[in-house]
Nanobody, 114 residues
Framework: VQLQASGGGLVQPGGSLRLSCAASGSEISIGVMGWYRQAPGKQRDLVARIGSGGNTNYADSVKGRFTISRDNAKNTVYLQMNTMKPEDTAVYYC?????????WGQGTLVTVSS
């Protein structure tokens, strides 16, 4: 299974970005899909995740600003990030769970700065 993430970049505080992550190489339905982030010198933390039925979980720090969604036909998960803050700066990683095995994408850098 391969995950290809895209959409990172530089954005000003208060701005928006949309991340995408497409999974390929699996003929088995994907379970949970999620986004994590890792800031310099910090551990990798959950940002948001979405189950196969659409149920979602968010980190408290992004609730009301970020929205996770998925397109099961395309095996793709999205992260819409609005009202971004400098503390959102991190490398963002997508992951998926297939039959209790977790797969990670390569990471995409998001920088929030004026």
């Amino acid at each position: 299974v391969q995950l290809q993430a895209s959409g990172g970049g530089l954005v000003q505080p208060g701005g928006s970005l949309r991340l995408s992550c497409a999974a390929s190489g699996s003929e088995i339905s994907i379970g949970v899909m999620g986004w994590y982030r890792q800031a310099p010198g910090k551990q990798r933390d959950l940002v948001a995740r979405i189950g196969s039925g659409g149920n979602t979980n968010y980190a408290d720090s992004v609730k009301g600003r970020f929205t996770i969604s998925r397109d099961n036909a395309k095996n793709t998960v999205y992260l819409q990030m609005n009202t971004m803050k400098p503390e959102d700066t991190a490398v963002y990683y997508c992951n998926v769970v297939i039959l209790r095995t977790t797969y990670w994408g390569q990471g995409t850098l998001v920088t929030v700065s004026s």
